[in-house]
Nanobody, 122 residues
Framework: QVQLVESGGGLVQAGGSLRLSCKASRSIFSINGMGWYRQAPGKQRELVARITSSGILYYTNYADSVKGRFTISRDNAENTVYLQMNSLKPEDTGVYYC?????????????WGQGTQVTVSS
């Protein structure tokens, strides 16, 4: 199990940038899958970006709507996952949640942070 705390959200004008951070309560070295999701009012929570380990390698994937603008990364020494968001658009507005997917005793569980609000004005 792990606790996740997001930070870095706020209000920004279209075209601006924000960097979100997800701080974990313990080492994330052995957590294979971590990612960022977002949820706008009245909409379903959707995947924004994910970073997954396979051996010593890490793979990333992004929603089509954010490719080329957002970058997910992780710093195991800091137990932190980041989401760099550039060229922000009003449609990027929503609550952004950090996620950790952990396999334990044959059962895969999802852990979520409380979320951080991102508002992009036009």
């Amino acid at each position: 199990q792990v606790q996740l705390v997001e930070s870095g959200g706020g209000l920004v004008q279209a075209g601006g940038s924000l960097r979100l951070s997800c701080k974990a309560s313990r080492s994330i070295f052995s957590i294979n899958g971590m990612g960022w999701y977002r949820q706008a009012p009245g909409k379903q929570r959707e995947l924004v970006a994910r970073i997954t380990s396979s051996g010593i390698l890490y793979y990333t994937n992004y929603a089509d709507s954010v490719k080329g603008r957002f970058t997910i990364s992780r710093d195991n020494a800091e137990n932190t996952v980041y989401l760099q968001m550039n060229s922000l658009k009003p449609e990027d507005t929503g609550v952004y949640y950090c996620n950790a997917n952990i396999l334990s005793s044959g059962v895969r569980d999802d852990y979520w942070g409380q979320g951080t609000q991102v508002t992009v004005s036009s």
